[in-house]
């Protein structure tokens, strides 16, 4: 699997505990991050020489742990890639129409790259559910920064989430967190989510991405007896990733390899 960053961890996270039989390799792509102010040619030039690095050590699936490159890429690289190719988006909006009644509204927060596209937009029409996509710009950089649970976090959620309600034709039945960063904020969203909107469902595209992968890779569900074997691989500062990994993994990182990604 990989990701432009650090958010790709959380859905490795979930994956870690879904399929505890398999191997995993993480690519960081940090050299060319961040994806969503790059070019569709770009962002499907990085995904397709990542995904070539990842199947030359031995995947049998590819998981494209960013939202980004899952919207631009992932529909050009899905019909010519050897192995199985999977992003966060699908899965997530599959979460989202069956965690609420059909037809409804559900509001994905998501980056500016993301909401551009409007592959969220198209998944969940195409589950009968209507998106609101709101750019949340400020989440990353104050999930990187640890900020989960401050209250200049809180006061930006509550910015974000009226300005979004106040563009929404209807009250969102469901809540999508579109980017792999958000689910470190998910606590702090659950409180200014109900204050609006009240005990609606908050869907982790992190979590749905990982029980799809267990749909498909069903021998791994079950624990092997020498356990999940972990590698990871940084295109830039893999020192720095290693140390920061461990806040959006909850565990701590092997030694990470340097890699270059041959485009």
């Given at each position: 699997m990989f990701d432009s960053g650090f958010g790709g961890l959380t859905v490795l996270r979930e994956l870690l505990r879904h399929l505890p039989g398999a191997d995993f390799v993480y690519l960081d792509d940090t050299a060319h991050l961040p994806y969503g102010s790059k070019s569709q040619a770009a962002v499907t030039r990085f995904t397709a020489a990542a995904t070539?690095?990842?199947?030359?050590?031995?995947?049998?699936?590819?998981?494209?742990?960013?939202?980004?490159?899952?919207?631009?890429?992932?529909?050009?690289?899905?019909?010519?890639?050897?192995?199985?190719?999977?992003?966060?988006?699908?899965?997530?909006?599959?979460?989202?129409?069956?965690?609420?009644?059909?037809?409804s509204t559900v509001l994905v927060l998501a980056t500016e790259a993301t909401v551009a596209s409007h592959a969220y937009a198209r998944a969940c029409a195409a589950h009968g559910l209507l998106a609101v996509e709101k750019a949340c710009p400020l989440f990353v950089p104050l999930a990187e920064e640890g900020w989960t649970d401050s209250?200049?976090?809180?006061?930006?959620?509550?910015?974000?989430?009226?300005?979004?309600?106040?563009?929404?034709p209807a009250l969102p039945?469901?809540?999508?967190?579109?980017?792999?960063?958000?689910?470190?904020?998910?606590p702090l969203l659950q409180g200014t989510v109900q204050g609006l909107l009240g005990s609606v469902p908050i869907v982790d595209s992190a979590e749905a991405t990982a029980r799809r992968a267990a749909q498909l890779l069903p021998a791994a569900t079950s624990a092997g007896q020498r356990g999940s074997v972990l590698s990871v691989l940084a295109t830039d500062s893999p020192t720095k990733f290693q140390r920061l990994g461990a806040r959006f993994l909850c565990r701590e990182l092997p030694p990470v390899e340097h890699v270059q990604l041959e485009e």
């Open positions: 070539k690095l990842l199947v030359g050590r031995g995947a049998d699936l590819v998981v494209v742990a960013c939202n980004t490159a899952s919207a631009l890429a992932l529909p050009l690289l899905q019909t010519e890639a050897s192995v199985a190719l999977m992003g966060v988006i699908q899965p997530g909006a599959e979460a989202a129409a069956a965690a609420v009644p059909p037809g209250s200049i976090t809180t006061q930006v959620a509550d910015v974000y989430l009226r300005e979004a309600l106040a563009t929404s039945a469901a809540v999508v967190l579109g980017c792999t960063h958000y689910p470190l904020l998910r």
